[in-house]
T-cell receptor, first 113, second 112 residues
Framework: GENVEQHPSTLSVQEGDSAVIKCTYS??????FPWYKQELGKRPQLIID?????GEKKDQRIAVTLNKTAKHFSLHITETQPEDSAVYFC????????????FGQGTRLTINP | DVKVTQSSRYLVKRTGEKVFLECVQD?????MFWYRQDPGLGLRLIYF???????EKGDIPEGYSVSREKKERFSLILESASTNQTSMYLC???????????FGPGTRLLVL
């Protein structure tokens, strides 16, 4: 089955700098890659997703890139702000059957003022 | 606006007790999921259901069972709670062919 590896497990950046979180997946049939943000004490919420027919997607300060050949995808946050501090999860799924998501281990991002 | 609710935010149970965790969604989603979240391990899928009375094992089903008698409700059952089941449990739901998944607020379970 699908396996998703996420790195780094913790990341600390200065406010205003950029942050990058990387994930690799094992199943070449995976075609949907969402990113979730979980603030302390709250539920995970979708922040951006990408499908395998595109290589990059942006939404304001957040972007996701996908390299299908290498089977990895990344989350890029520019001009980081204190409210970006959270745990971020990547995931992958196959758009067949029950379409279950397989999650990475999570990255705790801390923005230092 | 999608709403996924869980019956309890915090639970304390004794070893050997039978524990029920309830999840309800109000958006008529076909798919519902139960995860447990542990530090450093991410979100691990316990069970999921793609229709009423249908269920499939996830990655860590041992010690758990589920019930889905109505479309909006998905229950996780710990038949005989053990201390290694102390964790945060998250329910989620998703429409059939749309991949955005919505999570409940979580239930933090402590088994003594």
């Amino acid at each position: 089955g699908e396996n998703v590896e996420q790195h780094p497990s913790t990341l600390s950046v200065q406010e205003g700098d950029s942050a990058v979180i990387k994930c690799t997946y094992s199943d070449s049939a995976s075609n949907y890659f969402p990113w979730y943000k979980q603030e302390l004490g709250k539920r995970p919420q979708l922040i951006i997703d990408i499908r395998s027919n595109v290589g990059e997607k942006k939404d304001q300060r957040i972007a996701v890139t996908l390299n299908k050949t290498a089977k990895h995808f990344s989350l890029h946050i520019t001009e980081t702000q204190p409210e970006d501090s959270a745990v971020y999860f990547c995931a992958a799924s196959i758009s067949q059957g029950a379409q279950k998501l397989v999650f990475g281990q999570g990255t705790r991002l801390t923005i230092n003022p | 606006d999608v709403k996924v609710t869980q019956s309890s935010r915090y639970l304390v149970k004794r070893t050997g007790e039978k524990v029920f965790l309830e999840c309800v969604q109000d958006m008529d989603h076909e798919n519902m999921f139960w995860y447990r979240q542990d530090p450093g391990l991410g979100l691990r899928l316990i069970y999921f259901s793609y229709d009423v009375k249908m269920k499939e094992k996830g990655d860590i089903p041992e010690g758990y069972s589920v019930s889905r008698e109505k479309k909006e409700r998905f229950s996780l059952i710990l038949e005989s709670a053990s201390t290694n089941q102390t964790s945060m449990y998250l329910c989620a739901s998703r429409a059939g062919q749309i991949e955005t998944q919505y999570f409940g607020p979580g239930t933090r379970l402590l088994v003594l």
